[in-house]
């Protein structure tokens, strides 16, 4: 569903040089949320982009950003932002997703599945 090959593979944190760039925020954002479910995907242990979009909005409404998404031929995309600063705090959303995600793959893989209110509990403080 993804082609992961062509990603620069590193740092998933590692921030735009220019931030100030909303393009290039949002292409930082989503290079990052691809390499993380691909690195903790590569077992199939989410079911694709359902749990990734839930995940994704759980994460901003945690961290109380307004950006919706959405899925359109198996591309993940940004449906609305409320603000410039929205985008830019991409990376929270980032952050954020990448510790629920990260966190219940094993356990998803193992079959202890969780919905996806269990496994935000834990990441709300």
């Known amino acids: 569903m993804f082609d992961v090959s062509k990603l620069r593979l590193g740092d998933p944190f590692d921030l735009p040089t220019?931030?100030?760039?909303?393009?290039?925020?949002?292409?930082?954002?989503?290079?990052r949320i691809i390499l993380i479910v691909s690195k903790?995907?590569?077992?199939l242990k989410f079911d694709g982009t359902e749990q990734v979009l839930s995940i994704l909005k759980e994460a901003?409404?945690?961290?109380?950003?307004?950006?919706?998404?959405f899925e359109y031929n198996g591309w993940w995309n940004i449906e609305n932002a409320e603000s410039k600063e929205d985008v830019l705090n991409l990376p929270r959303i980032?952050?954020?997703f990448?510790?629920?995600?990260?966190?219940?793959?094993q356990e998803y893989a193992t079959g202890q599945n969780q919905t996806i209110c269990e496994l935000m509990e834990g990441y709300k403080g």
Do not use: K, Q
Not at 40 to 43: G, L, Q, V
Not at 60 to 69: N, R
Not at 98 to 105: F, G, P, W
């Open 40 to 43: 903790e995907n590569h077992c």
């Open 98 to 105: 990448s510790r629920i995600y990260r966190h219940h793959a």
């Open 94 to 96: 980032a952050y954020r």
């Open 60 to 69: 901003a409404e945690v961290e109380s950003i307004g950006v919706t998404f």
């Open 18 to 31: 220019n931030p100030d760039e909303l393009d290039l925020m949002v292409g930082w954002f989503w290079e």
